[in-house]
Nanobody, 112 residues
Framework: QLQLVESGGGLVQPGGSLRLSCAASGASLDRYAIGWFRQAPGKEREGVSCLSSSGISTQYGDSVKGRFTISRDNVTNTAYLQMSNLKPDDTAVYYC?????WGQGTQVTVSS
């Protein structure tokens, strides 16, 4: 069974950067489309970015376009979300997702 484990969250100042990781086990990531989602306190979970199974096509939410980059390393079977120019509104728990499988989430807090 596919398992996903996120890491890389933390506290960062506005304008800073973080790279989130999503380590997969039980299946090869290159067979699946991968999504990153986030959920802020009191808000619904929203899609942030996705990467096609081919690794070629990407999509981003309007609020993160130009600041976030999704990628995948087939050797380490890990997906990444590089986040730059972070804003307080990016504060949320970030989750990676493949089909019905979700990780436990990693907290990102953007604050001065």
């Amino acid at each position: 069974q596919l398992q996903l484990v996120e890491s890389g969250g933390g506290l960062v100042q506005p304008g800073g950067s973080l790279r989130l990781s999503c380590a997969a086990s039980g299946a090869s990531l290159d067979r699946y489309a991968i999504g990153w989602f986030r959920q802020a306190p009191g808000k619904e979970r929203e899609g942030v970015s996705c990467l096609s199974s081919s690794g070629i096509s990407t999509q981003y939410g309007d609020s993160v376009k130009g600041r976030f980059t999704i990628s995948r390393d087939n050797v380490t079977n890990t997906a990444y979300l590089q986040m730059s120019n972070l804003k307080p509104d990016d504060t949320a728990v970030y989750y990676c997702n493949i089909q019905q499988f979700w990780g436990q989430g990693t907290q990102v807090t953007v604050s001065s």
